[in-house]
C-alpha cells in the first residue's frame, strides 16, 4: 500500500535547514493532494531571564514571525500548493512541534530540518529534531538534503526565495 501524506507540518525557525524542509514538504504535499501547515514557535523561556519584560518585544517578535511566514505562505503558492497555511505557537518548541500540534490539527507528516542549532546551542539545549524523532505522535522526515539529493548541511543560508 503507497502511503499518502495529506496533513503535514514543517516547522519554520529561520534556518537553511527548515528551509530546505518546507521546500520538500511543498512537493510532498502537492505530489499527495495534501495540506501544508508551517509552525512558527516563539520560545516564550528565552524571555523569563529580561528583567524588564515588556510585552512589545514580543509583540515585535511575533510581527517578524508572521512577515516571514507569509513569504513562506507566497513562496508556496507560486509552486503550485494552495492548501497551506501557518501557526505562530508560544512555549516550548519541541512539544508543540513532536505532540500538541500534530494531535490538534491531525497531522500525518512532519518534516524537519536536521538541525537549526549549532554544536554549542545542541549540547545546552538539546536538539528539537532529535527530540521530535523520539517523541512525535505521527511518522516524521529528517531532511538532509537538498532538492537534487545533495548533502546540504555545508552549504551557504540562503533566504526565502532563493532557489536552492
Not at 32 to 50: C, K, P, S
Not at 79 to 97: F, H, Q, R
Request: hydrophobic letters at 40%; charged letters at 25%.
Amino acid at each position: 500500500m503507497l502511503q499518502q501524506y495529506k496533513h503535514i507540518l514543517v516547522a519554520i525557525d529561520g534556518s537553511y535547514e527548515a528551509e530546505l524542509a518546507f521546500r520538500k514538504a511543498v512537493e510532498v504535499a502537492l505530489r499527495n493532494n495534501g495540506q501544508l501547515h508551517l509552525i512558527h514557535v516563539i520560545d516564550t523561556r528565552a524571555f523569563q531571564n529580561i528583567s524588564s519584560f515588556d510585552s512589545a518585544m514580543v509583540e515585535q517578535v511575533t510581527e517578524t514571525a508572521k512577515k516571514t511566514m507569509d513569504e513562506y505562505i507566497v513562496t508556496a503558492n507560486d509552486l503550485g500548493l494552495t492548501d497551506v497555511d501557518y501557526s505562530i505557537e508560544y512555549g516550548a518548541p519541541k512539544s508543540l512541534i513532536a505532540r500538541e500540534v500534530p494531535e490538534k490539527k491531525d497531522i500525518d507528516l512532519i518534516m524537519i530540518g536536521a538541525t537549526g542549532l549549532n554544536a554549542v546551542e545542541r549540547l545546552l539545549i538539546g536538539s528539537v529534531t532529535e527530540y521530535v524523532t523520539r517523541t512525535a505522535v505521527c511518522d516524521v522526515l529528517v531532511v538532509r538534503t537538498d532538492l537534487d539529493n545533495k548533502h546540504a548541511l555545508n552549504k551557504k543560508k540562503s533566504s526565502i526565495g532563493q532557489d536552492i
